[in-house]
Nanobody, 125 residues
Framework: QVQLVESGGGLVQAGGPLRLSCAASGRSISTYAMGWFRQAPGKEREFVAA????????YYADSVKGRFTISRDNAKNTVYLQMNSLKPEDTAVYYCAADRSSSIYSGSRRGVDYWGQGTQVTVSS
């Protein structure tokens, strides 16, 4: 079992930065592809970013490419999402995900084995 706990969410003005963290416990995340999804009110949960097991490859949704950066520190069992140039449309609950398969690289939720509880990000205009 892997427990994932997100932190770092909050209220930020448009154009500002925010950094999310996802701390894992229970077992090492080094064997998992990791990712972030988000869900706005009344919308489906959507893919944001993913990172390969050793961090050598990263994947992003078109809507965040160039503004968000995903990274991981396997020694600290933690994944990060640095969000810059935030927009009001980035407002959502952000969820961390752990996936033993590689389906998360294509943005799929199908292979996700563990989810965090989510952290709210609100961007004001």
């Amino acid at each position: 079992q892997v427990q994932l706990v997100e932190s770092g969410g909050g209220l930020v003005q448009a154009g500002g930065p925010l950094r999310l963290s996802c701390a894992a416990s229970g077992r090492s995340i080094s064997t998992y592809a990791m990712g972030w999804f988000r869900q706005a009110p009344g919308k489906e949960r959507e893919f944001v970013a993913a990172i390969a097991r050793t961090g050598e490859r990263t994947y992003y949704a078109d809507s965040v490419k160039g503004r968000f950066t995903i990274s991981r520190d396997n020694a600290k069992n933690t994944v990060y999402l640095q969000m810059n140039s935030l927009k009001p449309e980035d407002t959502a609950v952000y969820y961390c995900a752990a996936d033993r398969s590689s389906s998360i690289y294509s943005g799929s939720r199908r292979g996700v084995d563990y989810w965090g509880q989510g952290t709210q990000v609100t961007v004001s205009s």
